[in-house]
């Protein structure tokens, strides 16, 4: 009937059996639950680490599962519950919130939409007592930025931005405005992410262009960075921003001050080396060569 309709295009016998054959798949409650986890986990299995689902399938799967995995119920679900989700005929739900958790129930009786009665009342009650609807996002706009400081006075100051927690477009975008906002004083610019535990690609991007552009500006730019949270090093190297870490260390406002100025010590010393080597070579360059007759 579908293919007469045009909605199959192919041949139904292998979407038949396909379909067949993912329902009859033997699994349990826990089975479920490490399925909802792995979508939650962008793909990766949560007990092996292994990435068994592409990101791009991921989001593909929770975006059905949010609209529709619900059956006629999709809509009440997305208002009242949350949380991607998709139930079977046998009853049981899997929901998925993207980087918290995934969650399974199991109880046969259906209601009027073939969904488990005790499982919807379960993921209402989850959500309500949890905070677990996809829509209560925090506001990582504010908490991205930690705090902005203006170290000492005159042309050797220094600007000090503290970032914390996980940095998406929002939070990055506040960042940029601060600093735009903000007087610029002295020469330096120290931006210190060892608060942060996970940069978007987007923010990355972000925050790379806004170095950059403080670079060109004629600012000394200092990343104090302990984990590596910044990843796209060659860009950091070409542009010539200094990479502090101390993975030891306690971050405040006065030990990035000392670490920034224990490395501009460092850079003095490597360049007062370097001109001392260069004088030398100078000196033995323009001595004249012995002669054969001496």
């Known amino acids: 009937m579908l293919r007469g309709h045009g909605i199959l295009t192919g041949d139904p016998t292998g979407a038949v059996q396909g379909y067949t054959r993912q329902c009859s798949l033997m699994v349990t409650v826990k089975d479920l639950a490490l399925m909802a986890a792995t979508l939650a ?10 990435q068994v689902v592409p990101k791009t399938v991921v989001r593909q799967v929770l975006s059905v599962m949010f609209t529709c995995g619900m059956y ?50 379960l993921f ?5 007592d949890m905070g677990m609807h996809v829509m209560n996002v925090p506001t990582v706009a504010r908490s991205a930025l930690r705090a902005n ?9 220094m600007r000090l931005i503290q970032l914390q927690g996980r940095i998406r477009f ?21 931006l210190d992410v060892t608060r942060v535990y996970a940069v978007d690609e987007v923010a990355q991007s972000m925050l790379l262009e806004l170095m950059r552009r403080l670079r060109n500006d004629g600012y000394k730019v200092y990343l ?28 405040s406002a006065e030990s990035d001050a000392e670490r920034v100025a224990e490395a501009e010590a460092e850079e003095a010393a490597e360049a007062a080396a370097l001109e001392a080597l260069n004088a030398l070579e100078s000196a033995k360059a323009e001595q004249p060569e012995a002669s054969e007759s001496e």
């Open 149 to 157: 400081y203006q170290i000492g006075s005159g042309d050797e100051s």
């Open 72 to 121: 006629n119920s999709a809509g009440d679900w997305a208002t009242q519950v949350g949380v991607p989700a998709k139930s079977g005929v046998g009853g049981g739900i899997i929901g998925a919130v993207p980087g918290q958790l995934g969650v399974a129930t199991f109880s046969p009786r259906l209601d009027g939409h073939g969904n488990s009665v005790r499982g919807v009342e």
């Open 124 to 128: 209402e009650q989850f959500s309500d």
């Open 224 to 251: 104090i960075d302990n984990d590596e949270t910044i990843t796209n090093t060659d860009a950091l190297r070409s542009m010539g921003v200094k990479v502090l870490t101390n993975p030891a260390a306690v971050t």
């Open 41 to 50: 986990n962008y793909g990766v299995h949560p007990v092996t680490g292994e």
């Open 170 to 190: 929002a939070g990055v975008e506040r960042v940029i405005r601060e600093i735009v906002e903000s007087p610029m004083e002295g020469s330096k610019v120290a």
